[in-house]
Nanobody
Framework: QVQLVESGGGLVQPGGSLRLSCAAS????????MSWYRRAPGKERELVAG????????TYADSVKGRFTISRDTAKKTVYLQMNSLKLEDTAVYYC???????????WGQGTQVTVSS
């Protein structure tokens, strides 16, 4: 059974930091491209960051470049999103995504709420 379980969300003040984790199971983690998406209230879901199967290549939305860092630990089958210098507009539900290179398989976590508020 495929599972992506996110954790680490919460309430933080502007300028603060959070680290999201996504623990994967039920599939061969090292074969999958891992990404974080988010959906803010009233907006469409957007890609925040992605990391290649080997962890050597990453991609970021322009809005988070320089503030967020995605990483993966193959041994722990976990992907992380370190979020620094958080802004009000980072408030959203953050989702973990796993996609096979051929796009044959595409899995989603249940989401974790991140609220940036003073």
């Amino acid at each position: 059974q495929v599972q992506l379980v996110e954790s680490g969300g919460g309430l933080v003040q502007p300028g603060g930091s959070l680290r999201l984790s996504c623990a994967a199971s039920g599939f061969t983690f090292s074969f999958y491209v891992m990404s974080w998406y988010r959906r803010a209230p009233g907006k469409e879901r957007e890609l925040v960051a992605g990391i290649a199967t080997t962890g050597g290549r990453t991609t970021y939305a322009d809005s988070v470049k320089g503030r967020f860092t995605i990483s993966r630990d193959t041994a722990k089958k976990t992907v992380y999103l370190q979020m620094n210098s958080l802004k009000l507009e980072d408030t959203a539900v953050y989702y973990c995504n796993a996609k096979s290179p051929s796009d044959t398989y595409n899995y989603w976590g249940q989401g974790t709420q991140v609220t940036v508020s003073s």
